[in-house]
């Protein structure tokens, strides 16, 4: 195999413990043609994501309802989860009330509606979706009231669920751990029923999820593609998923 760049050593090391329960390091690196150290970093970050699971002296897929905090996502592939918030953004039109659930893309996007500087209503349960568009005065920013989960730095539970049960909104925006042909799915099983709320109040909505995701199962399943009106993503998917796209008819957009 010649030399390959770090994100390409990744993706490799990705597609092993699919097929595999377990890789060694010093396989990987002799196969990579990189010292062990280089491959452990490797797989260091990709377990700081949550997309592995470290283990003796090498690598396996990350448990199914394992999820790396929200302060750590939130630093990882951050160029890709750029382009998808600022292709989202531009789908908003002035004068909309928006649902935008907790994540790290999801954040992104909330970034981006700041600068962009739109007349508009924004329901969230994400302390740090709410902080950032509260920065921006022509945002009406409704955090919503739950039981607050630090290491998502989002508020979850029958108080969020209630409270977002009396709005209605013209589009959704979520972001998602996984996602599969059976639908996306999530690590944490309380964000899974506001992500379902959100999706049943609003008329329309949208997956914001970079291609990490791809063809990932987690624990528990949020909703079928078919739910969505569009998928906002870096790249096109393959295999299955992309078949299963195509089948719905949903719009896929590549930022």
Known sequence: MSRLRKEERREHILREVELHPHVRISDLAGRFGVSTE?????VEALSREGLIARAYGGASAAP???QAPFGERNRARIAERERIGERAAELVCPGEVLMIDAGSTTHQFARCLALRGLDLTVLTNSLAVAATLGQNGSIQVILCPGDLMPREAA??????LDFLNRYNANRAFIGASGLSAQGISDANRAAVAVKRRMIAQARETFLLIDHSKFDVDLVARVE???????????????GTLRE????????????
């Open 244 to 255: 299963r796209i195509e089948q719905v008819g949903l719009d896929l957009e590549v930022a």
């Open 64 to 66: 199914m309802g394992a």
């Open 224 to 238: 079928p593609i078919a739910s969505f009106a569009g998928i906002i993503t870096d790249r096109v998917p393959s």
């Open 155 to 160: 508020v979850y539970g029958p108080e969020t």
């Open 38 to 42: 280089t491959v452990r970093r490797d």
